[in-house]
């Protein structure tokens, strides 16, 4: 550490629920794909140590499997062993400001983490979820438009995300929109006439609908 700098350890116990999910459900994927692997070895599809080795890899790098699993080939068959997590537990649930303001305090301190946590997040929901870039207009207006709409999503993202929360439904907002996909707007024949309507959805989608308060249906 340099002369000046500060360094605070903060636990927080959203951070803490959340790591221990992920930690979780990344030793499940990875059991049960190794899991699946080795019936196969057993089976004969695979026999090539290469290629069990490729195998291997491949599924332990997909959910950090290589934290928490060892293996080896003996005999034509895969052995595998988990290791201790008492390590990762210990680092669960905590994270480290380094600042170099001497002013701030360590509530000032967090709270000045969150702020930019929230800013570079808005940003990469910006350009990830809701594909603001490329942007591919010659004319600045267009540019200006296509940014105005992008931040507008990103408005009703946030929002949408707040009443989730309100609604204590557990689902993000990404998890959201991709449920309120299976809404679809149909148009059907009822003998000469044609009628409009909308279809419920799946369960998610009318939990989100309900948190929103939106209710009825086009006639």
């Known amino acids: 550490m340099l002369p000046g700098q500060r360094i605070f350890v903060v636990e927080s116990a959203e951070r803490l629920a959340y790591e221990q999910a992920m930690r979780e459900s990344d030793v499940a994927k990875t059991r049960e794909e190794l899991g699946k692997l080795a019936q196969r070895i057993e089976k004969g599809e695979l026999r090539n140590p290469e290629e069990i080795g490729s195998s291997v890899a491949r599924i332990l790098s997909l959910s950090r499997g290589h934290r928490y699993f060892r293996w080896s080939l003996r005999a034509g068959k895969l052995q595998v062993s988990e290791e201790p997590v008492e390590t990762e537990k210990l680092l669960e649930g905590k994270y480290v400001i380094l600042t170099e303001e001497r002013d701030l305090s360590p509530l000032e301190a967090v709270r000045a983490y969150k702020e930019l946590s929230e800013v570079e ?7 990830d979820v809701l594909e603001l870039r490329p942007i591919y207009h010659h004319n600045p207006n267009r540019v200006r438009a296509h940014v105005f709409v992008a931040a507008l999503a990103f408005l009703l993202d946030r929002l949408l995300e707040k009443k989730l929360k309100a609604a204590n439904l557990p689902f993000c907002s990404e998890q959201a929109w991709v ?9 059907f024949a009822f003998g000469r006439e044609k009628r409009r309507g909308v279809t419920a959805g799946n ?4 939990q989100i609908l309900s948190a929103l308060h939106i209710s009825g249906r086009e006639a």
């Open 179 to 187: 449920a309120l996909r299976t809404i679809h707007r149909v148009e």
């Open 121 to 127: 997040r808005a940003f990469r929901k910006l350009k």
């Open 203 to 206: 369960h998610q989608a009318r």
